[in-house]
């Protein structure tokens, strides 16, 4: 077997210039609101994180733990991108449930239950078709520019506060969206708004037949003109108005507003400024200078106790309720607690502005007889995120939480949970839509093709020695700066309507195809007589394309398309989501245990509907020697094709989590292996139909290393054989990879699971490791022979086999990206400026 370690000559490139886009809103679903008292304390699952780009994007992340466990070194991973219009960005996102009588009271809401709206600075409010990855509907504010979009808590009507200084409502109750009503109108804009507590109307026992029904009596909104406002919710008129600090006369902007169960009122402003007021006076409770400049961002932790609060000057602080004792009189032995806010932990964890914040489990500002209170044993998620990149997720318990009880901190980033002492992780940035990579290459040509918003760039490596430095022990070497080893070959502007969603390049670089949600444009790479790419566009392509698309009509082509597979768009599979049996068209296929479970339930109503499914194709993989196709999607749903016949071969059983990457060994054209985001993955033999024997060793006794590292696997690739040699040449090693680390894996039968076997029962005897051995690469499995992992490059957007012996690593370094933006707020702390 090759051994693990063995060098090889690596390009380490940061010329590609992929500029990630700039976080503009993050957002958790709500819970379904109680109806009992008190509510029911059980801890929920995680749910779906929705992060809206200034690109228009919107990434859908979900959490990667398994069910019923609370602790998931990956977190939240991208699942799905719904591709924003071009240009557009995405200033406002909101969650409702679709059907909240129909879940309980502690149920998570999926995808499925969900509506998502958004608002990207201008009047148009859009909802998202988050199964077809688009828009499905939009709406005009009719009120011009839409600042904020919150829901009540009921999740029937949605409040936009608008540039003309009204409120308007919209019912989205039935699964509409219209236009409900408008507040009366003030002479300035509404650049926020948020809900009061409503309040529960119990029928009486004439009306059993009827629900209880929860009211909205008004709503909040912070304004252009140095005040807050409350309105009355049924009426639309203005109730109280409450004026902010102002500096030289100028307007202070309230960006962001809040409200607690208890009618408290919190606000952030352009000052700097988190202030507390009494809904019932209109009157300040508490003011507090926590920021040196606008607050832009605000979120209520799940029980109510603690606030949060971000902006421009990148600090997250902390805010507590704490209670307090004191004697009634001087002369009196009676206490009486009180309650205070006090500013309790601050911490700096971006680099630029914050822009949003959210919390998992969420809040819901409900009346102390209906207030949530969660299990104190699992520490709360704040989400964050701004204009550097990236999410960033921090436990959040309170200290009062850890005295009774050692707290779960979910990242499994250290021991500690509290805010102030645990450890945040950033969640890596993707290239590509749906945790793809947007890189490309043409391994005969030495081509790159990097695709942005609605750019493509091609670059070639020249041919050039390179220093072998894949090893453990060494260090990278820098690249000669002397001599030039790439060139930029083609830079593509295209006219598209929505950012661009894949593409990829021919492996001689003759053809690249690319596309957006709604056209797919292929393009011949001509070479010049001095060597220089030119791009021709085939326009024929969509005309061969259309009559294989729904509702399209027909028209003839000079290419053909040989087959049209819609596989994935079938129902008859499918079990609570899950392949529980083979298609009618073919044979068996080997199930794993969990779809034995829910074989019993295969006779679903999804079998009894004959429409087309919904659903991405997130993945496709061909095998070296062209035989077999496989693609997968992002209902876990997995198929293979044979090339040779044109005929669907199988479908695998599904796992827990869509498969992050496929490819097939080129040694062994016929293994497929599925690496997944919780950093596993499974071998398949696509000839026999069945997961090998020895693959199961392999499989389920992952090194720890391996399985709880933060970022997950992005790729996996094979080392190509010689020129000229057969395949089963090429190295008996996979090479799987995630932003921050590649790992070299032996993969191969037979020896290497004897080996494997009696290295796991050496390991069974060592003490346990540590966060740091797990996580930094510590010699907590030194004794691998067959595992080697690497830390040099990061973050990575791309790894591949150009050629064998040469990999290719794309790095996009996070101070290179910073560069590109405007400098980050700064203010000397001591002396003059």
Same mark, same amino acid.
């Given at each position: 077997?090759?051994?693990?370690?063995?060098?090889?000559?690596?390009?380490?490139?940061?010329?590609?210039?992929? &500029?990630?886009?700039?976080?503009?809103?993050?957002?958790?679903?709500?819970?379904?609101?109680?109806?009992?008292?008190?509510?029911?304390?059980?801890?929920?699952?995680?749910?779906?994180?929705?992060?809206?780009?200034?690109?228009?994007?919107?990434?859908?992340?979900?959490?990667?733990?398994?069910? *019923?466990?609370?602790?998931?070194?990956?977190?939240?991973?991208? /699942?799905?991108?719904?591709?924003?219009?071009?240009?557009?960005?995405?200033?406002?996102?909101?969650?409702?449930?679709?059907?909240?009588?129909? @879940?309980?009271? &502690?149920?998570?809401?999926?995808?499925?239950?969900?509506?998502?709206?958004? =608002?990207?600075? #201008?009047?148009?409010?859009?909802?998202?078709?988050?199964?077809?990855?688009?828009?499905?509907?939009?709406?005009?504010?009719?009120?011009?520019?839409?600042?904020?979009?919150?829901? *009540?808590?009921? #999740?029937?009507?949605?409040?936009? #506060?608008?540039?003309?200084?009204?409120?308007?409502?919209?019912?989205?109750? &039935?699964?509409?969206?219209?236009?409900?009503?408008?507040?009366?109108?003030?002479?300035?804009?509404?650049?926020?708004?948020?809900?009061?507590?409503?309040?529960?109307?119990?029928?009486?026992?004439?009306?059993?037949?009827?629900?209880?029904?929860?009211?909205?009596?008004?709503?909040?909104?912070?304004?252009?003109?140095?005040?807050?406002?409350?309105?009355?919710?049924?009426?639309?008129? %203005?109730?109280?108005?409450?004026?902010?600090?102002?500096?030289?006369?100028?307007?202070?902007?309230?960006?962001?507003?809040?409200?607690?169960?208890?009618?408290?009122?919190?606000?952030?402003?352009?000052?700097?400024?988190?202030?507390?007021?009494?809904?019932?006076?209109?009157?300040?409770?508490?003011?507090?200078?926590?920021?040196?400049?606008?607050?832009?961002? @605000?979120?209520?932790?799940?029980?109510?106790?603690?606030?949060?609060?971000?902006?421009? &000057?990148?600090?997250?602080?902390?805010?507590?309720?704490?209670?307090? *004792?004191?004697?009634?009189?001087?002369?009196?032995?009676?206490?009486?607690?009180?309650?205070?806010?006090?500013?309790?932990?601050?911490?700096?964890?971006?680099?630029?502005?914050?822009?949003?914040?959210?919390?998992?489990?969420?809040?819901?500002?409900?009346?102390?007889?209906?207030?949530?209170?969660?299990?104190?044993?699992?520490?709360?998620?704040?989400?964050?995120?701004?204009?550097? %990149?990236?999410?960033?997720?921090?436990?959040?318990?309170?200290?009062?939480?850890?005295?009774?009880?050692?707290?779960?901190?979910?990242?499994?980033?250290?021991?500690?949970?509290?805010?102030?002492?645990?450890?945040?992780? /950033?969640? $890596?940035?993707?290239?590509?839509?749906?945790?793809?990579? $947007?890189?490309?290459?043409?391994?005969?040509?030495?081509?790159?093709?990097?695709?942005?918003?609605?750019?493509?760039?091609?670059?070639?490596?020249?041919?050039?020695?390179?220093?072998?430095?894949?090893?453990?022990?060494?260090?990278?070497?820098?690249?000669?700066?002397?001599?030039?080893?790439?060139?930029?070959?083609?830079? %593509?502007?295209?006219?598209?309507?929505?950012?661009?969603?894949?593409?990829?390049?021919?492996?001689?670089?003759?053809?690249?195809?690319?596309?957006?949600? !709604?056209?797919?444009?292929?393009?011949?790479?001509?070479?010049?007589?001095?060597?220089?790419?030119?791009?021709?566009?085939?326009?024929?392509?969509?005309?061969?394309?259309?009559?294989?698309?729904?509702?399209?009509?027909?028209?003839? #082509?000079?290419?053909?398309?040989?087959?049209?597979?819609?596989?994935?768009?079938?129902?008859?599979?499918?079990?609570?989501?899950?392949?529980?049996?083979?298609?009618?068209?073919?044979?068996?296929?080997?199930?794993?245990?969990?779809?034995?479970?829910?074989?019993?339930?295969?006779? =679903?109503?999804?079998?009894?509907?004959?429409?087309?499914?919904?659903?991405?194709?997130?993945?496709?993989?061909?095998?070296?020697?062209?035989?077999?196709?496989?693609?997968?999607?992002?209902?876990?749903?997995?198929?293979?094709?044979?090339?040779?016949?044109?005929?669907?071969?199988?479908?695998?059983?599904?796992?827990?989590?869509?498969?992050?990457?496929?490819?097939?060994?080129?040694?062994?054209?016929?293994?497929?292996?599925?690496?997944?985001?919780?950093?596993?993955?499974?071998? !398949?033999?696509?000839?026999?139909?069945?997961?090998?024997?020895?693959?199961?060793?392999?499989? +389920? +006794?992952?090194?720890?290393?391996?399985?709880?590292?933060?970022?997950?696997?992005?790729?996996?690739?094979?080392?190509?054989?010689?020129?000229?040699?057969?395949?089963?040449?090429?190295?008996?090693?996979?090479?799987?990879?995630? =932003?921050?680390?590649?790992?070299?894996?032996?993969?191969?039968?037979?020896?290497?699971?004897?080996?494997?076997?009696?290295?796991?029962?050496?390991?069974?005897?060592?003490?346990?490791?540590?966060?740091?051995?797990?996580?930094?690469?510590?010699?907590?499995?030194?004794?691998?022979?067959?595992?080697?992992?690497?830390?040099? !490059?990061?973050?990575?957007?791309?790894?591949? !086999?150009? $050629?064998?012996?040469?990999?290719?690593?794309?790095?996009?370094?996070?101070?290179?990206?910073?560069?590109?933006?405007?400098?980050?707020?700064?203010?000397?702390?001591?002396?003059?400026?």
């Amino acid at each position: 077997m090759t051994d693990a370690t063995t060098s090889v000559a690596v390009h380490r490139c940061r010329f590609i210039d992929f &500029d990630p886009s700039a976080i503009t809103a993050v957002a958790f679903p709500p819970l379904p609101l109680p109806y009992t008292k008190p509510p029911k304390t059980q801890y929920p699952e995680f749910g779906v994180l929705a992060v809206g780009h200034a690109n228009g994007n919107i990434d859908l992340c979900e959490w990667t733990g398994l069910k *019923n466990e609370f602790q998931s070194p990956q977190a939240w991973v991208i /699942r799905k991108t719904l591709p924003g219009l071009y240009p557009s960005k995405v200033d406002s996102l909101a969650f409702i449930i679709r059907e909240p009588h129909t @879940l309980k009271e &502690d149920q998570v809401p999926t995808v499925s239950d969900l509506r998502l709206f958004s =608002s990207g600075g #201008g009047s148009e409010l859009l909802e998202w078709d988050m199964e077809g990855s688009c828009v499905r509907r939009t709406i005009n504010s009719q009120g011009g520019t839409i600042w904020s979009v919150a829901a *009540n808590p009921a #999740g029937t009507l949605l409040a936009l #506060g608008c540039e003309d200084g009204t409120v308007r409502l919209l019912s989205v109750a &039935d699964d509409t969206l219209q236009h409900h009503k408008r507040f009366d109108r003030v002479k300035c804009r509404i650049l926020s708004v948020a809900w009061g507590p409503p309040i529960l109307k119990e029928n009486s026992a004439e009306d059993d037949d009827e629900d209880d029904e929860w009211n909205d009596e008004w709503i909040v909104t912070g304004c252009s003109d140095s005040s807050l406002r409350k309105w009355d919710a049924v009426t639309g008129r %203005m109730l109280d108005r409450m004026g902010t600090d102002k500096i030289r006369g100028e307007r202070t902007l309230v960006w962001t507003v809040a409200t607690l169960g208890d009618g408290t009122i919190v606000s952030g402003d352009s000052l700097g400024m988190v202030k507390l007021w009494d809904s019932r006076t209109a009157t300040q409770l508490q003011s507090f200078q926590a920021h040196g400049a606008d607050v832009l961002c @605000l979120t209520v932790g799940p029980d109510g106790l603690a606030v949060y609060s971000s902006g421009v &000057d990148q600090k997250l602080i902390q805010f507590s309720l704490i209670k307090t *004792n004191k004697a009634a009189t001087k002369n009196s032995t009676e206490v009486r607690t009180t309650a205070r806010w006090v500013q309790t932990s601050s911490r700096r964890m971006h680099s630029h502005d914050v822009r949003s914040l959210a919390i998992w489990p969420p809040y819901t500002p409900l009346p102390s007889s209906h207030k949530r209170q969660f299990p104190s044993e699992i520490a709360p998620i704040i989400a964050s995120g701004g204009l550097d %990149m990236s999410v960033v997720v921090t436990p959040a318990a309170l200290p009062a939480s850890t005295m009774s009880a050692k707290v779960i901190n979910p990242l499994a980033t250290s021991v500690h949970a509290t805010f102030e002492d645990s450890y945040h992780r /950033r969640l $890596a940035y993707s290239s590509g839509p749906s945790s793809t990579s $947007a890189i490309s290459i043409a391994r005969q040509a030495r081509l790159v093709s990097c695709m942005q918003d609605s750019r493509v760039s091609i670059w070639r490596i020249l041919k050039k020695p390179l220093s072998p430095s894949l090893t453990e022990d060494e260090t990278p070497e820098e690249p000669d700066n002397t001599s030039a080893q790439w060139e930029k070959c083609v830079e %593509m502007e295209l006219d598209v309507h929505t950012n661009l969603v894949a593409s990829a390049i021919s492996d001689d670089g003759k053809w690249i195809v690319v596309s957006d949600l !709604y056209e797919t444009k292929l393009f011949r790479l001509v070479s010049d007589a001095e060597g220089r790419l030119k791009p021709r566009r085939i326009r024929s392509i969509s005309e061969i394309l259309s009559p294989h698309l729904p509702q399209k009509p027909a028209s003839t #082509g000079d290419p053909r398309v040989l087959r049209k597979f819609d596989h994935h768009r079938q129902r008859n599979t499918l079990s609570r989501n899950r392949v529980t049996k083979d298609l009618k068209v073919n044979g068996d296929v080997e199930m794993s245990t969990a779809d034995e479970e829910n074989a019993e339930d295969s006779e =679903s109503s999804d079998e009894d509907d004959d429409s087309p499914l919904l659903g991405s194709v997130s993945r496709i993989a061909i095998s070296a020697d062209g035989q077999w196709l496989a693609t997968t999607d992002d209902r876990c749903r997995t198929h293979v094709f044979n090339l040779d016949s044109i005929q669907h071969h199988c479908v695998l059983p599904s796992f827990q989590h869509p498969a992050q990457s496929l490819a097939f060994d080129p040694a062994n054209p016929n293994l497929l292996i599925l690496a997944f985001p919780n950093n596993t993955f499974q071998v !398949y033999d696509v000839e026999t139909r069945q997961f090998p024997a020895w693959s199961h060793e392999l499989c +389920n +006794n992952l090194p720890k290393r391996f399985t709880t590292l933060h970022d997950p696997i992005i790729g996996v690739t094979f080392e190509p054989p010689p020129a000229g040699a057969p395949s089963q040449s090429s190295g008996k090693f996979a090479v799987f990879w995630g =932003s921050s680390w590649l790992c070299k894996m032996g993969f191969e039968d037979g020896p290497f699971r004897e080996r494997f076997s009696k290295k796991r029962r050496r390991e069974s005897t060592k003490p346990p490791p540590s966060y740091k051995n797990n996580n930094d690469g510590g010699p907590d499995e030194p004794h691998y022979k067959e595992f080697k992992m690497i830390t040099h !490059y990061r973050p990575l957007l791309f790894v591949d !086999y150009l $050629a064998h012996g040469e990999l290719i690593v794309v790095e996009r370094p996070l101070v290179d990206v910073l560069a590109t933006l405007p400098p980050a707020y700064f203010k000397h702390k001591y002396g003059a400026s």
